[in-house]
Every structure is written in C-alpha cells, then in structure tokens.
C-alpha cells in the first residue's frame, strides 16, 4: 500500500468543474488564479456576515414563542 496521500478535492471544486472543468484544470494543475479574488472574498464576507444574522433572527424567533408560551400559561393560570 502507498503511503503517498490522494489529493483532497472539496465540494466547491466539484461545483468548480461541472460549471467550468477547463478553469477547474488551470487552477487544479497549473495553479492559476482566476480574476476577481478580492470580489469573491468579499462575497464570502457577506456570506459569513448573513449567516450570523439568520442565526440571530432564529433565536430571537425562539425566544419569542416561548415568551408567547410564557404569557398564554400566565393568562390560564390568572382564571
């Protein structure tokens, strides 16, 4: 058995080479870099950025119905 480890290939890269497989190749074998890097990092920003606030608008959503669920038991047990 090699001891020689296999190239890991990410998801993205897949994505990568059923839309372009000839960028895919330049990028995989020759290790050009297409234009645009810093828009794409920009968009991995905004990515990131809005992910925080789905994340936050969930548990506030969460927290919201329990303090609806707070307020209905309040209001049964006050009869």
Same mark, same amino acid.
């Given at each position: ?6 190239a890991?290939? &990410? ?7 059923v839309?372009c497989? #000839? =960028?895919?190749w330049?990028? *995989? !074998? $020759?290790g ?7 828009? &794409?990092?920009?968009?991995?920003v ?5 992910? #925080? =606030?789905?994340?936050?608008? *969930? !548990? $506030? ?19």
């Open positions: 058995m090699s001891k020689e480890r296999l890991i290939i &990410r998801a993205s890269e897949i994505g990568e080479y839309y497989a #000839r =960028a895919w330049l990028r *995989r !074998a $020759l050009w870099e297409p234009s645009g890097r810093e828009r &794409r990092e920009f968009g991995s905004l990515h990131r950025r809005h992910g #925080r =606030a789905v994340v936050g608008s *969930r !548990a $506030l959503l969460l927290v919201a119905v329990l303090l609806l669920v707070a307020a209905l038991a309040l209001i049964v047990a006050g009869r």
